[in-house]
């Protein structure tokens, strides 16, 4: 009965990724805890950059900073 | 003070039914716990299709397997 | 295939209220958006009073506060 | 390795608001724990009028009753 | 930079577990997304069992029940 | 009415340290958006170690690599 919430900022994510994300988790949760997929719930969240933050910056300008990754 | 966050995929829940919803987890934090409806906070968050998994699907392709709800 | 997080402080909540507001949660999906009650999830989460603050305050403070609720 | 949550409603946060919130909720982490800013994430949320409710009522609802905020 | 958050209820998952869930979750970010695990959070919350909620009642009670996973 | 959500690890934070988060956060967003704080919930979440990861591993092991933080 696992609840699985994953964010993410929005950069293209293809809803093949998102399928691939959905069977990771829930194939995760069934392997290391034996949970029932078919009530293991995930629920993917796409964040603007502007809304992220990261080291005190939005993350656009924390990535554009020299030697950030 | 309680907060309640409702999720639920997106597929045209209208102004009403988001009242409706508001309204009812309001009423009900008030009837159960006696909470005060004006520190009652209510958070209703629209899922898109393809963002939502159960199963280890997508929740529409969870919806069109044979047998499915 | 709703999700619902309750958060409340944590003040004595009994078994008995919890499965009320379970069920209360739970009906208020189906009757007002038609959800299926068997994979509609509702998590309380218990807060401890000094993690929880309202007005800039812990909320045990701001109860204390003259003219507080 | 703090995680840091905002919900607002979405009514004009402007990108320089938004940069100000994340530098602001980091420093505070800095500040009060000594987190390291270069691991603590700030995600803001903004979320429409009528799926934030307040008093039972959605929040326009609420902000256009008498004596309201 | 991920931020991945599970829940499932509190029912003896060990340290070990815990270690495998953190791990497959980071792994499926990078794998998927490309994502840099070093930048990847993940936090797991166990819930009580009175606490989680499902088909309008506490697990234990809708374990319980006959036909029930 | 914003709702502030701080996720740090258990590790000895304080009432006081507490107070002073939820002052500070509250205090952020009257500043910067000229929120009410009488309407601004702050909530703080204590994680304990095993249940946080980060580069793929538990907190402890995370912390405990040469060179990390």
Do not use: C
């Not at 290391?32 to 719930?41: A, D, E, R, Y």
């Amino acid at each position: 009965m696992p609840y699985v919430n994953i964010q993410v900022t929005r950069e293209g994510v293809t809803p093949a990724q998102k399928a691939r994300l959905i069977k990771g988790a829930t194939d995760l949760l069934a392997d290391v805890l034996g949970k029932n997929p078919s009530t293991t719930f995930v629920v993917i969240e796409e964040v603007e950059f502007e809304n992220w933050g990261i080291g005190g910056l939005p993350v656009q300008e924390y990535r554009a900073r020299p030697g950030s990754e």
